[in-house]
Each structure stands twice: as structure tokens, then as C-alpha cells.
């Protein structure tokens, strides 16, 4: 898949920004599974990614940046604010830990609004195109550039999360979601260990957001708005909330099918969208995922136990 997708630019040129956005969704959706390894889920992440790009923008406009600089500005952006509120929502789980999210998202949401001659309001900021490596490029190369480098950031970032889950760290975080209390009679502390996931997810989030301001080239208030975190929850689910592979498989998905039924059927896609939806979790609670998974193992056997991040059964999805 990853080759394949490799080569799209060259056998469908037109479909490249598509597939660089598709990229910046999958990170943040990434954030989002990582908070589901926990039992929690959020619906205010859209707030990272909105502080990302807000801040990316100002760095772009403010001194030209160039583009690791402008992503890398965004992302600790990200997490500094993902750290402060964190302190607070990891206090509380699940339906509260959701709407306090979603809180505080809406609050930045109203700010992003109002403060009109530093946001743009509604209206947004423009993104300056962003030099590479000290060069100004025309758009066919920067967005050529921009597809590569999303493409390797998405591998890499989705390596360093199978790797975080894996480890003890990420075993402590499931085990939230299993036995909350055991985990702090063996002396460990399920705020601490879900902070540190938190702050992963709000990071992750932020490189999404980031790197979504520079493929548009302007950032608005919708960034924060809690339609865009409904949908980060929406695409976990569809590709597989349960696995890594699963945020950007449901990413591509969601891209592909909003694009183009939004262009052949302008006044219905929402609803294309929702009937999609409600099939994958009809004939297939883990996900797109779940679904090659099952399909596989029918063709040629069970595999071996799946790794950290690979369950079978996609948390919070049919419980």
C-alpha cells in the first residue's frame, strides 16, 4: 500500500493534495487512537490541531519560515497546551474526560472568533508558502515536496506509536481501561501514565494541523470546531480504532469518498458519508482494519497474536 501510494502523484497527478490531506488526518486521528488504547475518547482534539496551525500560520508570516521550522513550531505548540490542559482533564474519564474536551475546545473555538485582528476572525490567516531547505519553490514542486515529506512523517509516526504502545508505557495506558485500580495498587499512577498519552495525542494532533495550514495555505476557525474533532472520531472508527495502520487507512477512505461525493453529489455526501459509516460498524466493529484482518486469516490462516495497537476488536466501538 505504502508503494503504491508512493507512486499516485505519477499515475494520478491530481490526486495528490487529496492524499497530503488524507496524511494530516491520519496524524491527528492517530492522536485520537491513542487515547482510545486507554478507554478514553475525545471530542475537542480539534483544538491541537487548530493551535498547530494557527501557529505555523504566525510563524510562516512572521519570518518565512522554512518548512521543518514552521511544522516543528506547530507541534510544540501542540504539546505545551496539550500538557497544561491535560493536567486537568486526566483527573476524569470517559464521558466527562470527552465533554471537558470538547469544552475547551469550543472555548478556543469562540477566541479564535472574536479576536479578529490577531485570528483574521472568520476569515482566517493565509499561509505564506514555506521554503525548503532555504529554496522557494513554485507550487507543483512544494506540493510535490509537501506529499513525500507527509508521506514519511506518517511512517514514521506511525512506527514511533506502534512502538510506544508496545512498550510498558503503552501497556500501562491499556491497562487504564481494564483494571484503573490495579494499576495504582502495583504503585503506578494512571494520571501520570495518562498524560503522557495525552501529550502524545495532542502532538500528534499538532503535526496534523500543522501540516494541513501549509498544504491549504490558510488556517479559519472550523479548524477548532468540534465538527472536526467528530470527525477525527469518526475516521478512527472507520478504519479501525484499534490499530495504527487504521488512521490513515480510514483517512484515505474519508478523503476519497468526501471529495468525490461532495462532487457528484453536492447534496447528499453527508449522508454517503454516514451510510459508509454505519456498514463498517454493522459488518465490521474493528474497522477497515479488522475487516483485511478477518478476510486474511480466512485466506491463509490465523496469524500470530498481534502486537501492541493491532487488537481485533476496536475499543469503545461495540462495547
Known sequence: MVL????????????????????????AVLGIIVLLQA???????????????????????????????????????????????????????????????LAVSMIFFALLEKFYYVTGGSDGLQVPRPTVVGLTLERGEFETILFYGALVLSLLAA???????????????????????RLEYLGVSARSTLLSGYVLSAALCGLGGALMAVAQGIVTPEYAY?????????????????????????????????????AFASDIWQMVLGIVLLVIIIFGPSGVTGLYQRLMDRLVGPARPRGAGDSERAPGAAE
Open 159 to 181: 512506527w514511533g506509536t506502534h512502538r510506544y504502545l508496545a512498550s510498558p508505557l503503552g501497556n500501562m495506558l491499556r491497562a487504564i481501561k481494564t483494571n484503573e485500580v
Open 39 to 101: 478507554g478514553q475518547v475525545s471530542f475537542g482534539h480539534a483544538l491541537y490541531f487548530a493551535v498547530s496551525a494557527y501557529v505555523a500560520a504566525s510563524v510562516a508570516r512572521s519570518f518565512g519560515g522554512e518548512l521543518v521550522t514552521t511544522l516543528l513550531a506547530g507541534v510544540a505548540a501542540a504539546a505545551v497546551v496539550g500538557l497544561v490542559v491535560g493536567v486537568f482533564v486526566v483527573r476524569y474519564r470517559y464521558i466527562f474526560f470527552a465533554m471537558l474536551n
Open 4 to 27: 503504491l501510494v508512493a507512486v499516485t502523484p505519477v499515475l494520478a497527478p491530481t490526486s495528490q493534495v487529496l492524499l497530503t490531506l488524507a496524511f494530516a488526518k491520519g496524524l
Open 226 to 262: 468540534w465538527v472536526r474533532s467528530g470527525e477525527f472520531v469518526f475516521i478512527a472508527i472507520l478504519g479501525g480504532s484499534g490499530s495504527v495502520a487504521g488512521a490513515f487507512v480510514g483517512a484515505l477512505i474519508y478523503e476519497g469518498v468526501r471529495t468525490y461525493a461532495a
